[in-house]
Nanobody
Framework: QVQLVESGGGLVQPGGSLRLSCAAS????????MSWYRQAPGKERELVAR????????NYADSVKGRFTISRDNAKNTAYLQMNSPKPEDTAVYYC?????????WGKGTLVTVSS
């Protein structure tokens, strides 16, 4: 059974830091590209960051470039999103996605609230 389980969300102050994790099971994690998306209230889901299956290339939305870092540990079947200097506008439900060709799996999301 395929599972993607996000964790690490919660309340964080502006300028703080938070690390999200996405634990995968039920498929060959190391062959899938991984992405983090987010959806704020009343807005569409948007891509935050993507990393290749081998972890050798990453892409970021302009809004998070220089503040967020995506990484993965294929030995642990886990992807991460390190969020540094978050802003109130980063408040959203964060989802991880695994993709290989036309096959894609989604997690159920973890809520991140950036507020003082």
């Amino acid at each position: 059974q395929v599972q993607l389980v996000e964790s690490g969300g919660g309340l964080v102050q502006p300028g703080g830091s938070l690390r999200l994790s996405c634990a995968a099971s039920g498929f060959t994690f190391s062959t899938y590209a991984m992405s983090w998306y987010r959806q704020a209230p009343g807005k569409e889901r948007e891509l935050v960051a993507r990393i290749t299956s081998a972890g050798d290339s990453t892409n970021y939305a302009d809004s998070v470039k220089g503040r967020f870092t995506i990484s993965r540990d294929n030995a642990k079947n886990t992807a991460y999103l390190q969020m540094n200097s978050p802003k109130p506008e980063d408040t959203a439900v964060y989802y991880c996605k695994a993709k290989m060709g036309f096959i894609a799996y989604w997690g159920k999301g973890t809520l991140v609230t950036v507020s003082s």
